[in-house]
């Protein structure tokens, strides 16, 4: 498969979790969230303009968090002009963006910032489509 992501290249890292062993990397898990991304998932912001053409619109931050559990890392974010940031990851000297596509613009992930959960999962929407992702994945790999 051709992976436009960010970093795809970059990204050649296995899970430190064990539950989620059956994830070989991050594009084996690019693969399934593509199959499970939804408009429920989306951002609610963003819901109105979700496609499944676009299908990584409004998942950066949970997607980020998910990679973080299951490869290890941290996150971070770029701040957007309005405001928002969006998220990616960065494990040792690997750094990737499995929601990058969803930009018809290039990202300077230069100038970002270390995001923590515990913000970004004040806001319940938030942590509760981060919820409905993990539950979905799960579901997808038979945990």
Same mark, same amino acid.
């Given at each position: 498969m051709n992976y436009k992501f960010y970093g795809n290249d970059n990204c050649d890292v296995s899970p430190i979790n064990n539950i989620?062993?059956?994830i070989n990397d991050p594009k084996h898990l690019y693969d399934i969230l593509s199959n499970i991304y939804s408009a429920d998932t989306c951002a609610p912001r963003l819901r109105h303009l979700w496609t499944k053409d676009n299908k990584t619109l409004g998942q950066c931050s949970i997607t980020a968090f998910?990679?973080?559990d299951i490869f290890g890392g941290d996150v971070y974010g770029i701040r957007l002009e309005d405001g928002?940031? $969006?998220c990616y990851n960065v494990i040792g000297n690997k750094q990737f963006d499995l929601t990058s596509e969803q930009f018809d613009y290039k990202?300077?992930?230069e100038d970002s910032?270390?995001?923590l959960r515990?913000? $970004?999962f004040k806001k319940e929407e938030k942590y509760k489509?981060?919820?409905l992702l993990k539950n979905m994945l799960d579901k997808y790999i038979g945990l």
């Open positions: 989620y062993n059956k998910l990679v973080q928002n940031y $969006h990202l300077n992930y910032e270390l995001q515990e913000n $970004h489509r981060y919820l």
